[in-house]
């Protein structure tokens, strides 16, 4: 199956800076990479997508580029808010459109 | 958003019985569904995808023995645990994409807690 790399596993934040995190996958053949977050004790929501076909997609305070050459993909959080405190994943489908394989998840926190 | 129903939402069994875990989709019709565990501060590890109406394809590595997967229903899949052991304990979790939102998002359940003493 794909492989999915994420980092860093955590990041700590001021509330008002930005937020990067950082995925890599090992498939080509991967065309879709979602991104969701975990509240604590809660089930993940979908934030943000990307299709293979696009090299950045935007909404709002939440940016996702994508470089298909390199395999890799990021999530840019903006002006940060005590309330994006969570844990963000990654995935990639491989080959296999209907299977995500996540990433190893970042423990983002921001501090008032 | 559509609706995945995980049942139930914390278990306790004793070493060397099986367990049972439900997930629903309430409001959307999913031939394939997904089961993944997740341990402690780690990630989402698929183990296998569910298939309506035929036999569930298992990960790399994940025991079919061990963890039986029963996909009768468009809308109701079925993961259990047989013969749990203490390792076994972990946090369940499935999801499922509807096909009629093509097929992107994916919604998961609420997880199930399991625990095996």
């Known amino acids: 199956g794909e492989n999915v790399e994420q980092h860093p596993s955590t990041l700590s934040v001021q509330e008002g800076d930005s937020a990067v995190i950082k995925c890599t996958y090992s498939?080509?053949?991967?065309?879709?990479f979602p991104w969701y977050k975990q509240e604590l004790g809660k089930r993940p929501q979908l934030i943000i997508d990307?299709?293979?076909?696009?090299g950045e997609k935007k909404d709002q305070r939440i940016a996702v580029t994508l470089n298909k050459t390199a395999k890799h993909f990021s999530l840019h959080i903006t002006e940060t808010q005590p309330e994006d405190s969570a844990v963000y994943f990654c995935a990639a489908t491989g080959y296999n459109f209907n299977k995500f394989y996540f990433g190893s998840g970042t423990k983002l926190n921001v501090k008032p | 958003g559509a609706v995945v129903s995980q049942h139930p939402s914390r278990v306790i069994c004793k070493s060397g019985t099986s367990v049972k875990i439900e997930c629903r989709s309430l409001d959307f019709q999913a031939t394939t569904m997904f089961w993944y565990r997740q341990f402690p501060k780690k990630s989402l590890m698929l183990m296998a995808t569910?298939?309506?109406?035929?036999?569930?394809?298992?990960e790399q590595g994940v025991e079919k023995d061990k963890f039986l997967i029963n996909h009768a229903s468009l809308t109701l899949s079925t993961l259990t645990v047989t013969s749990a052991h203490p390792e076994d304990s972990s946090f369940y979790i499935c999801s499922a994409r509807d096909q009629g939102r093509g097929w992107t998002e994916a919604f998961f359940g609420q997880g199930t807690r399991l625990t095996v003493v």
């Open positions: 498939d080509s053949a991967s065309n879709y």
């Open positions: 569910s298939n309506e109406g035929s036999k569930a394809t298992y």
């Open positions: 990307i299709r293979s076909n696009v």
